[in-house]
């Protein structure tokens, strides 16, 4: 059934243009948090197999339906079922190590990564949410800062066989919205300062190959977009200056190019419209 609604979907957003899809939500509902953001119907429950299972036949069910013309980015790696409170307007924290995550939370996203029986079934990116983990690495006490900006925990992360044999087939790492309240107030609880320049700059060096910007103004800005081009401004600087920067920017564009390839194998540059 999970697959037979998602080639529904896959075949009507396909042909209304969509080509991205940010879901399904792999997160393992964990029960006894009673505290935590209710996910309830958004994912396929508590079980960790089940969810791995569903989902597998979801993202099956997105790719045939729209003939693979939908690029599907589970969400909200590295799963968030058992987080302490709604990540909408504060950051989030999973009090788990890394080895109790491969048990439960990141189960489910081995299913539709190294682990995938088929490309099928393979997503294609991993939406990257704004989570922190407390107990991460074995200490109690340490806690790592939002996952989605902090590149050693990342890194950790995807280093895992599962994901690392996923990354090397391009792979694709999606951040969660960088102008979101929790992260406003995670940099300055009073929410009187934002820097959006560097705040986009840390969540791409965390390891994001592509930033979703809602709402990225910083006090200064009048407006979103002015704060979009300023970074965009900033990013081509930085680009310009590091060769280390230069080279990250270039291996994910390779990525997004080479999907983008994948859905428009007959691209002509003649057929792009220019927008100024």
């Not at 983990?133 to 340490?142: D, E, M, P, S, V």
């Not at 800005?221 to 280390?244: C, G, H, L, M, W």
């Amino acid at each position: 059934l999970a697959g037979q609604v998602a080639e529904v979907a896959g075949r009507e957003l396909a042909a209304l243009g969509f080509n991205l899809y940010f879901g399904p939500s792999l997160d393992v509902l964990d029960f006894m948090t009673t505290s935590g953001d209710d996910l309830g119907s958004r994912t396929f429950g508590g079980d960790p197999y089940w969810v791995g299972r569903m989902a597998e036949e979801y993202i099956r069910g997105l790719h045939a339906g729209s003939a693979n013309q939908l690029l599907v980015v589970a969400k909200h790696f590295p799963g968030r079922g058992g987080s302490d409170r709604p990540p909408e307007t504060e950051v989030a924290t999973v009090r788990k190590s890394l080895e109790q995550l491969k048990q439960i939370e990141l189960a489910p996203f081995f299913a539709v990564t190294g682990n995938a029986p088929t490309p099928e079934t393979t997503v294609d990116g991993l939406l990257v949410s704004h989570i922190r983990y407390q107990g991460f690495q074995g200490n109690i006490r340490a806690t790592t800062r939002p996952v989605s900006l902090d590149q050693a925990a990342l890194e950790l992360i995807l280093g895992l066989p599962e994901f690392s044999s996923w990354r090397a087939g391009g792979g694709l790492m999606v951040s969660d919205d960088l102008g979101s309240l929790a992260v406003r107030r995670f940099y300055d609880p009073t929410g009187a300062s934002f820097d959006s320049r560097q705040v986009a700059r840390t969540a791409f060096q965390a390891g994001n190959d592509l930033l979703y910007v809602d709402n990225l103004a910083a006090p200064d800005d009048p407006d979103s977009y002015t704060a979009i081009v300023r970074t965009v401004t900033f990013f081509a600087q930085k680009y310009n200056e590091d060769s280390a920067f230069a080279q990250r920017v270039d291996a994910s564009v390779l990525r997004l190019l080479t999907v983008k390839y994948r859905l428009y194998p007959e691209f002509s540059l003649d057929q792009v419209i220019e927008k100024m």
